[in-house]
């Protein structure tokens, strides 16, 4: 089974700033990865697939990079609604396998 | 407008049964395949089960093997969890989520359905 880790858990930035989240696989995921954020109390959503697809609507400030185990989400200048916990998944093994989530909050 | 509605959430005693359904609406639901992904309380997010479009293939992670069923009726747009044997960890938020149009991830969610499993 795949497993992923997530680094930082907790990120503190300033509304503005640049914001960037690190996800590891276990092993070679090639680039099925994908990046949801979820905000309290709502259902998570879709920001990247296939390591550096942005999903239908997301905005131009994310952007997903990597391949293989190491990938990388960047938030280029962290709007008020971007708060939240950023969560890696792959979806190469089954079952699909969520990291642990990165909480991205307000400095 | 996709939409994914979740219903059948309850406080179930541990041992019990419970079916969880997803409604679903503004796209072809039987060309797609279906997860069900858990949360439980203040914890991340959990895939355990899935099925292909046309219910002929279905898959389980280890926690719902041999007491989950998952299942769907195409002409009911709704997708389906029957729980047997409920245990305490399976206390959780159950959302619906849809397989992604080009991979398996998830590219739209329902709101999320809550389970208790509680004496």
């Known amino acids: 089974e795949i497993v992923m880790t997530q680094s930082p858990a907790t990120l503190s930035v300033s509304p503005g700033e640049r914001a960037t989240l690190s996800c590891r696989a276990s092993q070679n995921v090639n680039t099925r990865v994908a990046w949801y954020h979820q905000k309290p109390g709502q259902a998570p959503r879709l920001l990247v697939h296939?390591?550096?697809t942005r999903a239908t609507g997301i905005p131009a400030r994310f952007s997903g990079s990597g391949s293989g185990t190491e990938f990388t989400l960047t938030i280029s200048s962290l709007q008020s609604e971007d708060f939240a916990v950023y969560y890696c998944?792959?979806?190469?093994?089954?079952?699909?396998?969520f990291g642990p989530g990165t909480k991205v909050e307000i400095k | 407008e996709v939409q994914l509605v979740e219903s059948g959430g309850d406080l179930v005693q541990p041992g019990g049964s419970l079916r969880l359904s997803c409604s679903a609406s503004?796209?072809?639901?039987?060309?797609?395949?279906m997860h069900w992904v858990r949360q439980a309380p203040g914890k991340g997010l959990e895939t355990i089960s899935a099925?292909?479009?046309?219910?002929?293939?279905?898959y389980y992670a280890d926690p719902a093997k041999g007491r989950f069923i998952i299942s769907r009726d195409n002409s009911k747009n709704t997708l389906y969890l029957q729980m047997s044997s409920l245990r305490a960890e399976d206390t959780a938020v159950y959302y619906c989520?849809?397989?992604?149009?080009?991979?398996?991830?998830?590219?739209?969610w329902g709101q999320g359905i809550l389970v208790t499993v509680n004496s």
């Open positions: 989520a849809r397989r992604g149009s080009s991979d398996y991830y998830n590219d739209y």
């Open positions: 503004g796209f072809t639901f039987s060309t797609y395949s």
């Open positions: 099925i292909t479009d046309d219910g002929g293939g279905t």
């Open positions: 296939g390591a550096s």
């Open positions: 998944q792959q979806y190469t093994g089954w079952p699909p396998a």
